[in-house]
């Protein structure tokens, strides 16, 4: 039994075998793009950091991990609240996270030693998204910590491990990965057509989408004007893609890279349409491992191409190369002359390893097997260690997959809950309802409580001649989250009221959040929060008075704050409906 065990461990576990149908070229575009789009998470927070979790930020990590301590004393608050900022959380130290981060994902990009830079990355993000309260509550948080967590199983170890065909990826990494990217559109597409949004049944959810999404694009208003029966056509399409298409993963290869194309001209127009920061930018390097190293090689250039595929276990065949990318089995491409040994057979001892064994992989086990026995032993523990993690977070994953589809199946949840704090298992549900209204939040200041002057923001649809822009995988917290707080009230969102407090001291950090001060001389003496609503503007309006928006006030979203003397503030009007404490 400890054999078979063994054998299945190391089957699911260890490194697979480079060739035709490999995942190295996969691996290593795949954590290029990872390493991108981790660069670009850091650098967001870099202008925002201070003013979300700084000490004079709108949520203070310091006083929120000071609460989290009493409930949780102790160790055990490192597993709930896992985080860096335990030991500090000042100014400097959120700085360095970032700039730390950016730097980790640099040599990620130019694979420096991929293994220790993933790690990094993995680390710095959970230490910011642990503490970050409602400024992570995003989907596409716990997308960037799943993928990043996995890949510290799928990168080869080493400094400088070049394409890493000395050490492909293990069946269970990319297995994972590839579950992921099914999950996240397989979910989402549960969530849409069965989660009781009716627009998702007749078709009808694309009729408001691009204009009241979180962050439109100047094309999302010009995809807005096209008929009915283009966005009819394409709500369509997407919950067949979610629902039906997403399942050619488990196809054959054909079926695959099909997929991969549709899938991948599916996430180009919502990039370009629609700013959700780095979340379709992960997905779309997600869809990577539908393809084999035997397709990617054709794309490699042909003075490096017969040198990659020696080192891929693939060579050129005789015929044509690209009439026969997409073949169902390996068109126009043979592995080394000797046959494919049975994976299985890659761990056995030494003297079982046939010459006729050419796999690098074997030449590294046989290696692997002339250390010390207590390297042996250390090497063998790590491998159970990562079967056992990469297990855990395979049930995880399957329980969010399988309540999607059947809530009330019983399954044992604590393995889940337990795991839930790092966030690297998520139950996925992208738009399973619409939004039919835009609400924008505006702040307002005043020095007399007659004049009102709006802070400009530097994202977020305001003024309506001003075309909405294209910047993601660039992520604006602050503004993103007040998408969300128009949805709801004042009174769920107390960071709405906390900017105005701040704004009425003239804040840096939070000022930091707009793109200038029109208070920059002295703090205004009033500050409110107003509710527009806002719809775009059709063809003809545009073309006669520029705007890109039309816009009406509703009133005001929160209560108007106001300096008094003694350095107190005081509300000095209350939101229509609102009932003021006694």
Known sequence: ?????????????????????????????????????????????????????????????????????????????????????WFSSGPHTLAALCWLGMIGSLLLILNCWPRAMLAIGFLLFLSFVAA???????????????????????????????????EPPSRAASFLLQLLWFSIYFESGIAKYFGGDPSWRDFSAMNEYYQNGPLPTWIGWYAAQLPRRFQEATAFLTVATELVVVAMVFLPRIFRIVCFFFVTLLQAAIILTANYAFLNYLVLALGIFLLDDAFLLGFVPRRWRQTVGGKLNVRLSQRPWRKNWFSLRRPAIKTSEAPEPDPLSLFAPPERVGEETRSVLAANVVE?????????????????????????VLYATLFFLVRQISPELPLPAKPVTALEPFRVANSYGLFGRMTWARYEIEFQGSPDGVTWTAYPFRYKPQAPGEAPGIYAPYQPRFEWNLWFAS?????????????????????????????SNPFHDAPPAEVRAVVWQYWFTDRETKKSTGAWWRREFLGLYAPALARIPGGKIAVTEWPAGAVPPP
């Open 487 to 515: 949805l709801g009230g004042w009174r769920e969102n107390p960071f709405v009221v906390r900017t105005e407090q701040e704004l009425l001291e003239n804040n840096a950090d939070v000022l930091g959040f707009f793109r």
């Open 1 to 85: 039994m400890s054999a078979f065990a063994e054998r299945a461990v190391r089957w699911w576990a260890a490194p697979g075998v480079a060739g035709p149908d490999g995942r190295v070229l996969s691996r290593w575009l795949f954590l290029r793009a990872v390493g991108a789009i981790y660069f670009s998470a850091f650098y967001s927070l870099v202008f925002q950091i201070r003013g979300l979790l700084g000490p004079n930020g709108l949520l203070p990590a310091g006083s929120y991990l000071e609460e989290v301590a009493k409930v949780m004393p102790g160790a055990v608050r490192f597993w709930y609240a896992p985080t860096l900022l």
């Open 132 to 166: 970050a309260q409602d400024f992570s509550g995003y989907q596409s948080d716990g997308m960037l910590l799943a993928a990043g967590f996995l890949c510290l199983f799928l990168a080869p170890r080493g400094l400088r491990p070049g394409l890493g065909e000395r």
């Open 368 to 392: 692997a097997d002339r250390r010390p026995l207590w390297r042996q032993a250390g090497a063998a523990a790590a491998l159970w260690l990562e079967a056992l993690a990469l297990a855990w």
